[in-house]
């Protein structure tokens, strides 16, 4: 079975802080696909970024950053400097990569972070 | 491209009435799937359809059922609502295994 775990609840920065987002996954498979998401308060999920299991590059896009690290089973999200305008909860997802599984998420139960001014 | 789109965004219901759902994809999507997110449970994953037929489940009741049109819209169907069936319930069309979020209908059950 899968499972995502987030142990950060809730979150809470002074803009321009620099803040991680932990993430660690379970599975059995061996090519799976790991996912980062944006909830703002509309309620929307907003898709971040996309890993495949056998990439373990770090990638980073603007402000945000992710390193993934199969050795811990570890996709965690960094963002640098961040704004009021990040403040949202943010999902960590996984997904088997094989045809009879189809594209079901396993989410992890959110981290709320809320960026002050 | 167009996104997600969901409707009704909002409905509000009573015990024992039954509700449908509409998404329709990104054009292109052939796979649809609805998650239910709750407070207390967070984002489950309730079922996913590809060209029509459903290819996945989850662990929810036979009073949640979904289909699929030949254009690729999906419906889901709640019978006999409880008031734990208030929730959000999200849509998600995918391509090439990323999946992309509509803006969620709120279902209140009272």
């Known amino acids: 079975a899968q499972k995502v775990t987030q142990a950060q609840t809730e979150i809470s920065v002074v803009e321009k802080e620099d803040v991680t987002l932990d993430c660690v996954y379970e599975?059995?498979?061996?090519?799976?696909?790991l996912f980062w998401y944006k909830q703002p308060p509309s309620g929307e999920l907003v898709f971040l970024i996309r890993?495949?299991?056998?990439?373990?590059q770090n990638e980073i896009s603007g402000r945000y950053s992710w390193n993934f690290q199969k050795s811990t089973s570890s996709f965690n999200f960094t963002i640098t400097a961040s704004q009021v305008v990040d403040s949202a909860v943010y999902f960590c997802?996984?997904?088997?990569?094989?045809?009879?599984?189809?594209?079901?998420?396993?989410f992890g139960t959110g981290t709320r972070l809320a960026v002050r001014p | 491209k167009a996104g997600v789109t969901q409707t009704p965004r909002y409905l509000i219901k009573t015990r024992g009435q039954q509700v449908t759902l509409s998404c329709s994809p990104i054009?292109?999507?052939?796979?649809v799937s609805w998650y239910q997110q709750t407070p207390g449970q967070g984002l489950q994953f309730l079922f996913e359809?590809?060209?029509?037929?459903?290819?996945n489940k989850g662990n929810f009741p036979g009073r949640f059922s979904g289909r699929q049109f030949s254009n690729s819209r999906s419906e889901m169907n709640v019978s006999t609502l409880e008031l734990g069936d208030s929730a959000l319930y999200l849509c998600?069309?995918?391509?090439?295994?990323?999946?992309?979020f509509g803006p969620g209908t709120r279902l209140t059950v009272l």
């Open positions: 998600a069309s995918s391509y090439n295994n990323e999946q992309f």
């Open positions: 599975t059995r498979d061996t090519t799976y696909y």
């Open positions: 890993r495949n299991s056998f990439d373990e």
């Open positions: 997802a996984l997904s088997e990569a094989k045809k009879s599984s189809g594209d079901k998420l396993t």
């Open positions: 054009s292109g999507h052939r796979s």
């Open positions: 359809y590809f060209s029509e037929t459903q290819r």
